[in-house]
Structure formats: C-alpha cells, structure tokens
C-alpha cells in the first residue's frame, strides 16, 4: 500500500528562521509528487508538482525538490503570512489519478 | 481562488438524513475528484470522474454516491448520514489527470 509520511507534524519559526519540511514516501511507481498549501477551514492550494528525482521547483520563498524517497519543501526567511499546513501528495503509476495525501506539516511564523 | 466553485459552504443536518453537496469544476476542466478530511482521516480520495463517466473508486462508502452531469457539474449524496459522516468535503478539477485544483469545500456537521 502507498505510504506518504511527513515530517516534523509541527513547526514553529521565528520570522526570517530557514527550515525545511520532509515528506517521505512508499509507492509501486511514483507518478507524481504534489505540495499543498492549506489555511484554517479552507480547501488545499496547489503549490508544485514534481516528477522526477533531482527536479526543484521554487515559488517566492518555497522551494521542492525530490528525491527517489523523499520530497523537501524548504522556506527560506519565512514571514508570518508563511503559517499554514503544508501537504505533501503522490499520484502512482495506475489507471486512476487520486492523490495520496500525507498527514500535513502544520507551519506557524511568529513575527 | 482556484476557480473551482462548492455549495452549500456548511451544512447541519441530523443522523439518518440525506443531503446533496454541488461542485462545479474549473472552466474546461474535464476531471472531477471528491476527498473528505476529517480530524483523524485526514485527507482522503472518495471518487473520479472523467466527462461524465465514474474513472476511479477510492475509499467511499455504500451510503454515498456521486455523477457528473454533461456540464461537468458534479454532485456527491450522503444518505443515512451518521455522526462520523462529519467533516469537510473538497472537490477538486483537473485539466490533465495531474495538477488538482482544490474547491473551497463544504463543511458537514451531522447532529
């Protein structure tokens, strides 16, 4: 069965402190790795997608990238507007396209 | 805003009851994927659909059932609802079986 782990589940920084999120994941045939942004009450926002190790993708202060066991997401200098969980998710290789989802790293930036 | 629209936003109703959850998908987006989140569950995929036709089952209960109309609208029934049943129900679209585009969801409260 997939198995999709992240890591730490909880995450406290202080604003401009760098620190990296891991997602560690067990799967027959990685087709996809997804990364979510998901505020209080509301539905996950899509981030990246990366398909192969040694991929990295970067958005404003969010970088991923992805090796053959495991996904970082690391935030560099992160500001309180940072604080939401984030959701790492794969998608293998098989006739359906559902998103596995990992439990959620739970990231609050104090100012 | 993802583009993805879902009504109603809550939802109370009490055990035994039947209700209708709407979404409707992004402008051209032929893929309509449903997930329930609970505290415990965590994100969790229900079912697909593809231009109007079921393309994959995950863990969805007997009690609950969906479709997709031709204008890709899609609908998700909950019947005999139990207390467990609590909890919110995302739809997300996709344009390529990859990316998924989350709706704002609803959030089921069964009394």
Same mark, same amino acid.
């Given at each position: ?111 | ?27 051209? *987006? +032929? ?6 989140? %609970? $505290?415990?569950? #965590?994100?969790?995929? =229900? ?23 031709? *204008? +890709? ?6 019947? %005999? $609802?139990?207390? #467990?049943?609590?909890? =919110? ?23």
């Amino acid at each position: 069965e997939d198995q999709v782990t992240q890591s730490p589940e909880a995450l406290r920084l202080q604003e401009g402190e760098s620190s990296s999120l891991n997602c560690s994941y067990t799967v027959s045939g990685l087709r996809g790795l997804f990364w979510y942004r998901q505020d209080p009450g509301k539905g996950p926002e899509f981030l990246f997608t990366l398909y192969s190790a040694g991929e990295e993708k970067e958005k404003e202060r969010l970088k991923a990238t992805l090796t053959k066991k495991e996904s970082f997401l690391h935030i560099t200098a992160p500001k309180p507007e940072d604080s939401a969980t984030y959701l790492c998710a794969v998608q293998v290789r098989s006739n359906d396209y559902k998103l596995s989802f990992g439990a959620g790293t739970t990231v609050t930036v104090r100012a | 805003d993802s583009g993805v629209t879902q009504t109603p936003k809550h939802l109370i109703t009490a055990t035994g009851q039947r209700v209708t959850l709407r979404c409707s998908p992004r402008s051209g *987006d +032929l893929s309509v994927y449903w997930y329930q989140q %609970s $505290l415990d569950q #965590g994100l969790q995929f =229900l079912i697909q659909y593809y231009n109007g036709e079921e393309r994959a089952k995950g863990n969805i209960l007997e009690r609950f059932s969906a479709q997709q109309f031709p *204008d +890709l609208h899609s609908e998700l029934n909950l019947s %005999s $609802l139990e207390l #467990g049943d609590s909890a =919110l129900y995302f739809c997300a679209s996709s344009p390529d079986f990859a990316s998924q585009y989350f709706g704002p969801g609803t959030r089921l409260t069964v009394l």
